[in-house]
């Protein structure tokens, strides 16, 4: 694209509501104009100084199950908005799980072309920075264990894993990566570690489970040598075992996304339907309380089979740019998706709306619905 990131201009003036939860809400906008962006959701008031890039601001403190006013202002300027807080799933909150998925360290631009690149020389690329911010975010939030949903290096190259295990080293929690297409493309240089030297992070190996409180995760390379799109009828049996050996209910997650039909109807392809079929009922018959989650899309979308729901969440590196995080409670599981909020990250991906004629911007956040899902057992 013509002029490259940052642009001249933001565009025309947008609030939107990105994240509603039971007891937060998150706000973003770009195009505003420079001043204090002050935002109040029922009560609760929040005041963010901003230079007229894009921003956003989280509420938190807000009460479960009601209907609230949003009202977002910036000089003369005013939006008005609402939202409904769901209910948490009965019992008492026990555990938060922080995800990631399509970091891409060593990739460099955006776009069909890829021509949406960075204009000057940067010390640490937007993929890197993007990918931080985003685990920064998700551990700020209260997540004890992050879990990398596959694709965190571009080509599998010595240079991006030494910036993976860089980038990893920060977080202060305990990671575990399932493998992406990306860790497995042809012409590759190295294979991804069993464990990265100094972070600690670990690799998935096949099917590897997590007891943790109120739930099991049960994590699955889905990955082909070589291919872009996914396989699991060859670990159906391991993953039966992992979901079925367990009185708690499970949060499986894996790269590849179970498509809906036989054939991918948008790239990149995933598990094909009717494997992915086979997967999700060999799933809801060895343990009806399961929640299925996937990256590999750069988009965020949930649909539901039987008991199970399956969702697709986006990546951290283009628009909207996300992270995940996962509430577990006694009676279910709360699924949010959250832009990350870091001036230097929430700038490149709304610089990434742009892509494919703008439609990029439309089809990637999914709508609400999709990002914020609330499941009970």
Same mark, same amino acid.
């Not at 010390?123 to 694709?151: F, Q, T």
């Not at 980038?167 to 575990?176: E, F, H, K, R, Y």
């Given at each position: 694209m013509a002029g490259g990131f940052p642009p001249r201009r933001w565009g025309p003036p947008r609030v939107e509501v990105f994240a509603v939860e039971p007891h937060a809400t998150q706000i973003t906008w770009a195009g505003l104009s420079p001043g204090e962006v002050r935002v109040r959701v029922g009560d609760q008031e929040a005041v963010v100084p901003s230079a007229g890039e894009p921003g956003g601001v989280v509420v938190d403190d807000l009460e479960a199950g009601r209907r609230l006013p949003v009202v977002v202002s910036v000089g003369p300027r005013r939006w008005e908005r609402e939202i409904v807080t769901p209910w948490p799933p009965d019992g008492e909150e026990l555990f938060r799980l922080g995800t990631v998925s399509d970091v891409h360290l060593g990739h460099r631009g955006f776009g069909l072309s890829h021509r949406m690149r960075e204009? @000057?020389? %940067? /010390?640490?690329?937007?993929?890197?920075?993007?990918? &931080? =911010?985003?685990?920064?975010?998700?551990?700020?939030?209260?997540?004890?264990?992050?879990?990398?949903?596959? @694709?965190? %290096? /571009?080509?599998?190259?010595?240079?991006?894993?030494? &910036? =993976?295990?860089?980038?990893?080293?920060?977080?202060?929690?305990?990671?575990?990566?399932?493998?992406?297409?990306?860790?497995v493309k042809p012409g590759r240089d190295h294979d991804a570690p069993a464990r990265l030297a100094v972070s600690g992070a670990e690799m998935v190996d096949g099917v590897a489970h997590h007891d943790l409180p109120g739930v099991r995760l049960v994590l699955v390379d889905s990955t082909v040598d070589g291919h872009g799109r996914g396989a699991v009828d060859h670990r159906l049996d391991e993953v039966v075992a992992a979901v079925g050996e367990t009185d708690l209910p499970v949060l499986v997650m894996l790269h590849q996304h179970p498509q809906r039909f036989e054939r991918p109807w948008f790239w990149p392809p995933g598990i094909p339907g009717a494997e992915a079929r086979r997967f999700l009922d060999a799933v809801a018959g060895a343990n009806p309380r399961a929640f299925v989650t996937s990256g590999h899309t750069h988009r965020n979308r949930v649909w539901r089979r039987g008991s199970i729901v399956t969702t697709e969440v986006g990546s951290t590196k283009d628009f909207p740019g996300v992270w995940g995080g996962y509430t577990v409670y006694d009676g279910g599981i709360v699924q949010t998706v959250r832009r990350t909020l870091a001036p230097d990250a929430i700038a490149w991906t709304e610089y990434t709306r742009r892509a494919v004629l703008g439609v990029w911007g439309r089809w990637s956040p999914g709508t609400l619905a999709d990002r914020c899902v609330v499941a009970r057992w």
């Open positions: 204009r @000057d020389p %940067v /010390e640490i690329p937007h993929p890197e920075r993007c990918g &931080a =911010a985003a685990l920064a975010e998700g551990e700020a939030w209260g997540a004890r264990r992050i879990v990398v949903k596959g @694709d965190m %290096v /571009e080509r599998g190259r010595a240079d991006e894993w030494e &910036a =993976a295990d860089r980038v990893l080293s920060a977080v202060g929690v305990p990671v575990w990566c399932v493998p992406g297409n990306h860790e």
